[in-house]
């Protein structure tokens, strides 16, 4: 047995206290009950859109996405309209484990979104790749050592669901082999913090809640009587993993668990490029495009040579002007910009849910002001913010306009957060905190720094109860990327595809 490390983050991809909070009230997740019990906690604002990329990125930098630069899965400004996946070369700025490695610390990061390829840091790394890879850890050596141990680490890409929901074994075996994971890492090598994210009640939620939903529209008896309690069980999975890795810390050792966004009902899928279409917007043709996946459709593809406006990626929830330039079939002159922004946000405030009647976007608005910051020149040029969050946008242009939604259970704004400290008082706070404040809250009742140029201020019931605020730490700017590291597409990757086409996300 190692030293326990200085502080501990847990991440639940997904986490809401909407969902845990009756669970917690039914005796059934005992420890996460015990760790709000001693923590001051609530709910987080999150990102516009709600998503793993934008969501995790924002806490690991306390920089909201128009200062680190990702907004999705994909890159959003693709001159080619292509289909690039995202990692850590697209931050723009540095992150909470360069404040780390600067001030003496060391850090064992495993299974955090948008983590991959690992970095040159102090400590050891479990990424979270998109793509099939077993070049994901640091040292290298790592997997093959957890292998050995008889804790092996799967990569969330290829535990995520495939179609067949006879996945929840898996997800219920994979979270235990998560906690036998994270367990033997802290046990075996020392680390001063340890982060952990847990990414399966997303993946259950996405596809499991109209199981249990007797108000959804796909509401039906499941094939299986467990599939009803499929987010229950994954629940009390997870909490048995966090019992396990609480118990390998001090009392006093402090806690922070955050998620990168909340979950609720999902009714329908928008098809943003095919409200374009039908507006003459966006424009196509017979035949292959080569371009993303996204913008082809039974023999059809998006021709960008007679297309003013697109969605560029899935869950982006953004609108690009195709602009001359700029995009290689770009057509949209600087002096229409205005005109054709004016028209796009008429169009979608417009947009009325089939089955409410109710608006589906609150605004539109253009990046300067939807995403400010020094990477708002990444994100998509219109950002569509969700009115009804039952309803997804995504790029697709098979199906129509509406169709029903292959994730029952759809992304939410609110997330959650808990802090446990000797140093903080226990209890729900009712006014939400912004997810970029979580690292500067930790880093400061740790006594450590973070540079000015971050979004993210500590939560004042933590400043309060410290020593008053911290010099700021000299920002080390964005790592240079590893010389390893290369953009990758999605069709390069299959297993990628299909997967996240299995999962809904595309």
Known sequence: MTAHPKALILGIDGGSLAMMEPLIARGLLPHLATLLGQSMYGTTTTTW???TAPGWSTFVTARRPGGHGVYQFFGTQEADYGDRLTGTGDFGCSTIWEWLAQQGWSAGIINVPMSHPPRELPGYQVTWPLERTLRFSSPPTLLGEMSRAGAPFMPDIMAMFQGDHGYLDKALANVAARG?????LMERHETDVVMAVITEIDRICHHYWHFADDCHPRHTAPDRAEWGDAVELIHRAVDAVIGAVLARVGDDTPVMLVSDHGLGQGRLNLGVNSVLAETGLLAVRPGEGGHAGWFDAGGATVDFERTRAYMPTPGCYGVNLNLAGRQHSGLVRADEKAALTAE??????????????SPVFAAVLPRAEAYPGEMSRTAPDLLLVPADEGVLADPGLSGGVWRPSEQTGMHRYAGLWAYRSPRVPAGRREEPVALCDLAPTLLHDLGLRHPAAVHGRPVPEVLDAGAGPLP?????????????????????DDLTARTLSAMGYL
């Open 49 to 51: 859109p709600a998503h």
């Open 344 to 357: 796009l946000s008429d169009l979608f405030l417009s947009l009325r849910a089939p089955d409410s009647g």
């Open 180 to 184: 036998r994971s994270i367990v033997h």
């Open 472 to 492: 700021f730490l000299p920002d080390p700017g964005a790592p240079e990327p590893h010389p390893k590291d290369t953009a990758r597409s999605l069709r390069e």
